[in-house]
Structures are given as C-alpha cells and as structure tokens.
C-alpha cells in the first residue's frame, strides 16, 4: 500500500463545482429584501445547514443574522443548494456545513448621459405689397416667424 494514498472513512459532501461555483450560485439566487432596502441595511449572515446523504439541504439555521428579512433570504437560497455525495460505506451521514452570505446594497446604475437637445428653427418672411388704390406711408416690413422645437 503506498503512504500517499490518503483513505477516509467519511467522504464530504462537494458543491459542484468547487467553492467559487458555491458562492456564484448563492450571489446569482439572492435577492436583497425590500424591507432591508428600505431600511439602508448591509452586513453578514451566517448560516449553519444540513447536508443529507443524498446531497440535500433539509436543514438551516441562523448562526448570527442581521434581521430585515435577510435572514430568510440566505436560509431560501441556502435551501436551494444541491450537493455530491459518495457513498459512504452504507451508512447514511447527516452532514453540517456553514456558509456565511454577504448582503450589500446595490450600486444604482448610473444614470444615462443626457440627450443633447436639438433646435430647430424654421422662419419664413413675407412682405405685404400696397394695394395700388392706397398709397401707404411708408414702405412694408416683412415680417418674420419662428418655430422652436425642443
């Protein structure tokens, strides 16, 4: 038997993926709570679950939460989490993990740059001829019009 081969007992459950698939998982899932927003609320959850032998979340538990609905929100996306299991010699394991779920206020998308604002100008001159009966006083004007459209 060669001293490198590590043999475990109890094999541990793995997120698909790794830990970054774990955590993209959980950030794509989580939704900030209303109440939360509302509230200008950020800080850490912390969670403690338990993994069944078929790679299931049947349990969660708030370790430490920061209330506003965001304890309810990191247990709903930590329920939705699907594990790999290797057997384990027969016997079913009830595991226990933790995960802590960062709740950060969003970044409001920055506001569009403003639309330059066009003018248009449209203007027409006419000029009023002296009826040949009448003899004006003075010479016609002419006279202008403008149209602004914003």
Do not use: W
């Not at 247990?75 to 384990?88: A, G, H, I, P, S």
């Not at 993990?97 to 709740?103: A, I």
């Amino acid at each position: 038997m060669a001293k490198d081969k590590k043999t475990l007992f109890i094999h541990q459950p793995q997120f698909k993926g790794g830990p970054k698939e774990l955590t993209k998982f959980i950030y794509t899932h989580l939704r900030y709570p209303k109440e939360a927003l509302e509230s200008d609320i950020e800080g850490t959850v912390y969670i403690e679950y338990d993994i069944d032998y078929q790679g299931n979340v049947v349990a969660t538990r708030v370790i430490q939460g920061i209330g506003h609905g965001c304890d309810e929100e990191a247990c709903r996306v930590v329920q939705m989490l699907k594990f790999d299991v290797e057997r384990n010699r027969g016997v079913h394991v009830l595991f226990h993990q933790k995960v802590k779920v960062v709740f950060k206020k969003p970044k409001p998308a920055p506001a569009p740059p403003p639309q330059p604002t066009s003018m248009q100008v449209a203007y027409t001159v006419t000029t009023s001829a002296p009826k040949p009966a009448q003899k004006p006083e003075k010479p016609a004007e002419p006279t202008y019009s403008y149209t602004i459209k914003l």
